[in-house]
């Protein structure tokens, strides 16, 4: 199903509210457990909305910078919210701060339910990523654009892909989409070919392959980059 984009004035709201990891997100956004979560999206496929191939969840990470902690990265990835409708998707996408008011560095993650955004997932541990990066002046629209082909299912290998995450830091933002099977080279470049498509990316920007297990070897997620396109 095709995710139209809206107008600005449609898709921004000036009434945030921070929590302390200052990533901005309205409270309203906040599902108590998961139980509501449930009956909140029985209640809008009751409702005759229009449901997705799948259900999504938008995660974050933030990071104090030169303060070391004792927590594991996984404990640091935070739920904000699922949708799994059209509608849905508009009312969390509206609540969520733009890229550009976010501090650094913090990561946004949008993955399919039942995939979390880690390496060692069931569904990640076989895949990559590939990685753009981008001026943090157009991160933001680049990233919307990949969020609404993602949420409908619009790249090519859909049923391959697993999220896409953009890490925003001091000098640039990175932008990644993760996929299930690094093997797979016909599905490895023919993402690649959908995301430069989709993303209407220019010439000048060279899209890097990584899987997994290189990250989780060096411990790095834009080290070894192993293809380029």
């Known amino acids: 199903m095709e995710i139209t984009e809206k107008k600005e004035s449609e898709i921004t709201n000036e ?10 997100v309205d409270s309203t956004l906040t599902d108590s457990n998961d ?22 969840v938008f995660w974050y990470t933030r990071r104090t910078p030169g303060v070391r902690t004792q927590t594991s990265y ?29 501090p650094s560095p913090t990561d946004l993650h949008l993955f399919k339910d039942g995939i979390r955004p880690l390496w060692e997932d069931s569904a990640n541990c076989n895949g990559g990523k590939w990685i753009i990066h981008f001026k943090k002046v157009v991160s933001g629209r680049f990233w919307e ?10 790249l090519d290998y ?7 995450v953009l890490s925003i830091r001091f000098n640039e933002d990175i932008l990644s989409v ?5 093997s797979d080279q016909q599905a490895v470049m023919g993402l690649r070919d959908s995301i430069k498509r989709h993303l209407k990316l220019p010439h000048s920007y060279v899209m890097e392959y ?3 297990d290189a990250s989780l070897r060096d411990n790095s997620s834009y080290r070894n980059t192993w293809l380029r396109g």
């Open 158 to 164: 859909s049923d391959n892909i697993c999220g896409a």
């Open 178 to 182: 993760w996929n299930r099977n690094a």
């Open 210 to 212: 990584k899987p997994h």
């Open 15 to 24: 009434d945030y509210s921070t929590d302390n990891t200052q990533v901005v």
């Open 35 to 56: 139980k509501e979560a449930e009956e909140r999206q029985a209640r809008e496929l009751k409702a005759g909305l229009h449901p997705l191939k799948h259900k999504f």
């Open 145 to 154: 654009d990949l969020v609404l082909a993602l949420v409908g299912g619009q």
């Open 74 to 102: 996984e404990d640091n990835i935070k739920k904000i919210v699922d949708f799994s409708t059209v509608e849905g998707f508009w009312f969390c996408y509206c609540h969520l701060a733009r890229p550009s008011t976010l």
